[in-house]
């Protein structure tokens, strides 16, 4: 344990199962520890460094906006906010935008708004989220997810309702018009990388539309290319009512945000909602330097095009290993499923020089960033190979 791991482990509260690697810095897909190790980063932060490390968009960015304006409060109006406004409601069709610091808060002011508007047309049932969900850790977010978040956590606030995910029956039993909205992810990444079915999804959103319930898509995750599309939802072609983003938004600058319409936006009025940091000029440069460039970089092409190759690379790797229960996935949100516990697997792959994921037990998750490419892909393989072909079952 080196010295920044010891001053961790007796001041900070013991949260995190942390890696014995103490990062100190990034530079494109690698990042370098204390000791001057090398790792190849197919985590990115868990899908927030969408442009790598230290990318010259986001450095110029903090470096211009920081010597001129980094926080006002929302009293003001600021260039940057109305500036990312603009472009985040052009690029996804969406009206209005409400700006946060991160997911949870993002599923937090959507949450609000949704009851409101709801109550406004006199519904007071739950809002809806499925099993293996993972909404954030606030305490109305871990009531949408699963009950290993919850446990401990009594009494947890009334209104929601978990349904079994991807089964249509369940949701039209228990959906109706009372029900205030409806929280999906387009593919579950805590849960471990499972993606919505189409036919799931697009009956869903019929009746949601039917019984006048909100459909929120929380794309968290799966926001800005992650899925090789610019939202995860656009797989489905449907349109959301509400979805909230972070993560890759800031490209590691923490920022979330909320995109709806007019016209259920007007749901709250002035005094309902609001933030002291949310939107602040720093965040909001960043976030605009960010989404131009996965845009402008064709960063969306090239996680769709990496994403199969990743798929393909995996698929023929797994048919040789008996550990390995499934590989699934959409552009590069992959996860490979196992039939024995992924943490070894994840500090072997630290070992060899890899940042993998280890999520919902036994599935390595794999987020690299949208910059990646195949000669990064076939070393992640190759040595992923290597690890796998050890283990017994
Ligand atoms: C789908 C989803 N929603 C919400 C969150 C919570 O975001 P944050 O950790 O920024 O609060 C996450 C974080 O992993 C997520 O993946």
Same mark, same amino acid.
């Given at each position: 344990m080196d010295s920044t791991q010891e001053l961790e482990r007796s001041y900070h509260f013991d949260l995190y199962r942390r890696l014995p690697?103490?990062?100190?810095?990034?530079? @494109?897909?690698?990042v370098w520890d204390s000791n001057g190790d090398k790792y190849l980063d197919f985590l990115s932060g868990i899908a927030v460094n969408a442009l790598g490390h230290s990318h010259p968009a986001i450095v110029k960015a903090i470096r211009i906006q920081s010597q001129r304006l980094i926080h006002t409060s929302?009293? =003001? =109006?600021?260039?940057?906010?109305?500036?990312?406004?603009?472009?985040?409601?052009?690029?996804?069709?969406?009206?209005?935008?409400?700006?946060?610091?991160?997911?949870?808060?993002?599923n937090e002011a959507a949450i609000k708004l949704a009851r409101k508007t709801g109550n406004q047309k006199g519904k007071m049932g739950p809002i809806v989220s499925f099993t293996?969900?993972?909404? @954030?850790?606030?305490?109305?977010?871990?009531? #949408?997810?699963?009950?290993?978040?919850?446990?401990? !956590?009594a009494p947890l606030p009334a209104g929601f309702l978990k349904l079994p995910f991807n089964d249509l029956k369940a949701a039209k039993e228990n959906i109706n018009k009372d029900t205030?909205?409806?929280?999906?992810?387009?593919? +579950?990444?805590? *849960?471990?990388?499972?993606?919505?079915?189409?036919?799931?999804?697009t009956a869903l959103h019929q009746h949601c539309r039917e019984n006048d319930v909100l459909l929120i898509f929380d794309e968290i995750q799966t926001g800005f290319g992650r899925t090789g599309n610019l939202f995860g939802h656009m797989h489905f072609g449907i349109k959301p009512d509400i979805i909230t983003v972070a993560k890759a938004l800031g490209g590691?600058?923490?920022?979330?945000?909320?995109?709806?319409?007019?016209?259920?936006?007007?749901?709250?009025?002035? *005094?309902?909602?609001?933030?002291?940091?949310?939107g602040n000029p720093l965040a909001c440069s960043v976030a605009e330097a960010v989404v131009t460039t996965i845009i402008n970089k064709e960063l969306i092409e090239?996680? +769709?095009? +990496?994403?199969? =190759?990743?798929?393909?690379?995996?698929?023929?790797?797994?048919?040789? %290993?008996?550990?390995?229960n499934e590989v699934r996935?959409?552009?590069? #949100?992959?996860?490979?499923? %196992?039939?024995?516990?992924?943490?070894?697997? #994840?500090?072997? #792959?630290?070992?060899?020089? !890899?940042?993998?994921?280890?999520?919902?037990?036994?599935?390595?998750?794999?987020?690299?960033?949208?910059?990646?490419?195949?000669?990064?892909?076939?070393?992640?393989?190759?040595?992923?190979?290597?690890?796998?072909?050890?283990?017994?079952?």
């Open positions: 690697v103490t990062l100190v810095k990034g530079k @494109g897909i690698y929302n009293i =003001y =109006y600021t260039i940057p906010q109305a500036r990312l406004a603009k472009l985040l409601c052009g690029l996804s069709g969406y009206e209005r935008v409400f700006f946060c610091n991160s997911g949870l808060e993002a293996g969900a993972f909404h @954030g850790r606030s305490v109305a977010s871990i009531s #949408m997810g699963s009950e290993k978040l919850q446990k401990g !956590f205030i909205a409806v929280f999906v992810e387009a593919v +579950q990444g805590e *849960g471990g990388v499972i993606p919505a079915q189409k036919d799931f999804i590691g600058f923490p920022i979330g945000a909320v995109l709806t319409t007019d016209e259920i936006s007007r749901g709250f009025t002035y *005094g309902d909602h609001g933030t002291t940091f949310g090239n996680a +769709q095009k +990496q994403g199969i =190759y990743l798929l393909s690379r995996l698929e023929k790797m797994t048919r040789k %290993l008996s550990v390995v996935g959409i552009g590069l #949100m992959v996860g490979v499923e %196992l039939k024995v516990p992924c943490r070894p697997i #994840m500090i072997k #792959m630290l070992e060899r020089g !890899f940042l993998v994921n280890c999520t919902s037990e036994k599935t390595i998750r794999l987020l690299p960033p949208l910059i990646v490419r195949k000669r990064e892909i076939d070393s992640l393989v190759k040595n992923l190979y290597r690890v796998l072909s050890r283990e017994k079952i």
